[in-house]
């Protein structure tokens, strides 16, 4: 017998950017992967509410959380706290030449909706760069999605992010782009 995996619920998701990185040991980390370039270096993690992106540019280190509320992390250097709910934009740019640009967009739908989506994130998953599958917390529920594709240039990094919740059907979506 299985166990299944529930996420949380998406009215306790939170947006969090940090001014230094933040170590993913914090957070139960489930795929991951690197983007290394002569002027910048990112990784990129799949987590059980979200993700974590932490991105190196000269001497500056900034990292995107999204994760429960009820996640335990550092106060020091939080640079912005937001609840997730319907759409936001933030843009950011630091002293060093770094620009932050963040879109998120948390859709809840009809179930029949949901289903749809859901495969159809279950194909574009081929293409993702990370891609995690967690187990269904019940038999007849689908098995809730992250995956994480990204458009790299040599001073630029976009990222677009897709997390679905099957008990709410809700779908988390982001845009975060790094200039240097």
Do not use: W
């Not at 001073?155 to 897709?162: A, E, G, K």
């Amino acid at each position: 017998m299985t166990v299944g995996f529930a996420r949380p619920k998406v009215a306790d998701l939170v947006f969090h950017l940090y001014d230094r990185s933040v170590h993913p040991e914090l957070l139960h980390v489930f795929a991951e992967t690197e983007v290394k370039r002569p002027l910048f270096h990112a990784r990129i993690h799949i987590c059980e509410a979200g993700h974590l992106i932490s991105f190196r540019y000269l001497e500056k280190t900034i990292t995107e959380v999204t994760t429960s509320k009820d996640q335990p992390l550092p106060r020091r250097k939080r640079y912005m706290e937001r609840r997730l709910v319907g759409n936001r934009d933030e843009v950011i740019q630091f002293p060093n030449g770094l620009c932050y640009q963040m879109s998120f967009n948390l859709e809840l739908v009809s179930p029949e909706i949901f289903l749809n989506l859901h495969q159809e994130l279950l194909l574009d998953s081929r293409q993702a760069d990370v891609f995690f599958q967690f187990p269904a917390t019940n038999r007849f529920a689908p098995d809730a999605l992250s995956l994480i594709r990204t458009e790299i240039g040599s001073r630029s990094l976009l990222l677009h992010t897709f997390h679905t919740f099957p008990e709410n059907c809700a779908i988390l979506r982001t845009q975060t782009l790094f200039e240097v």
